[in-house]
């Protein structure tokens, strides 16, 4: 294979991913805000790509999908400032995945713990442009965020660990990877 035909192989990959991504935002989109008790929490089921992303082929393809998909989700499901939130959210949960990287080498954190401490940190960052939009009442929301985050972030990294091994095997398939 060349390295040409390695570098289409991992265009086409992460925009494979970007489109599950977008796929998974618009699942969330169309869930009623009844459901869910606290103000723009969302479920992060789009991480679920993202954090694949991350892992198998590189931190640069993860934060290109990641910046894809926030702002055409935005475009298409939102608004100015649900942009401003999911921005933070997506530059503090990437950032932790930075650090978290160190410790799956290790084996000392799994998948679904990455995605609890991503979770945790997407909703520090909303609560922080939140602080700044509304003022320091929003500190309040952060406990039930954290909760929730920690909910959904166990749903996403238990679907991320059921998924990943079929993903790497079509990855295995076609010869994608990071190191192109």
């Keep these: 294979m060349s390295r040409a035909d390695g570098c289409v192989r991992r265009v086409a990959a992460d925009a494979a991913m970007l489109l599950l991504a977008l796929m998974l935002s618009l699942v969330e989109a169309l869930i009623p805000t009844a459901l869910i008790p606290i103000?723009?929490?969302?479920?992060?089921?789009?991480?679920?790509?993202?954090?694949?992303?991350?892992f198998a082929i590189s931190p640069a393809d993860a934060f290109a999908v990641s910046l894809a998909r926030l702002t055409l989700s935005s475009l298409?499901?939102?608004?100015?400032?649900?942009?401003?939130f999911s921005a933070s959210g997506a530059a503090f949960a990437f950032l932790t995945l930075i650090i978290c990287v160190a410790a799956v080498n290790r084996g000392v954190i799994s998948w679904l713990g990455v995605s609890i401490c991503a979770?945790?940190?997407?909703?520090?960052?909303?609560?922080?442009?939140?602080?700044?939009?509304?003022?320091?009442?929003?500190?309040?929301?952060?406990?039930?965020?954290?909760?929730?985050?920690?909910?959904?972030?166990?749903?996403?990294?238990?679907?991320l660990c059921a998924l990943a091994p079929r993903i790497d095997a079509a990855h295995d398939k076609f010869r994608i990877n990071g190191d192109i």
């Design 39 to 54: 103000p723009g929490f969302k479920l992060g089921l789009a991480n679920i790509a993202v954090e694949y992303v991350f």
């Design 76 to 84: 298409l499901f939102g608004t100015a400032a649900s942009f401003a």
């Design 119 to 159: 979770a945790a940190a997407h909703n520090i960052g909303q609560c922080a442009v939140s602080i700044i939009m509304f003022g320091a009442v929003a500190v309040s929301y952060l406990p039930w965020l954290l909760a929730l985050g920690a909910a959904t972030g166990c749903v996403t990294g238990a679907v």
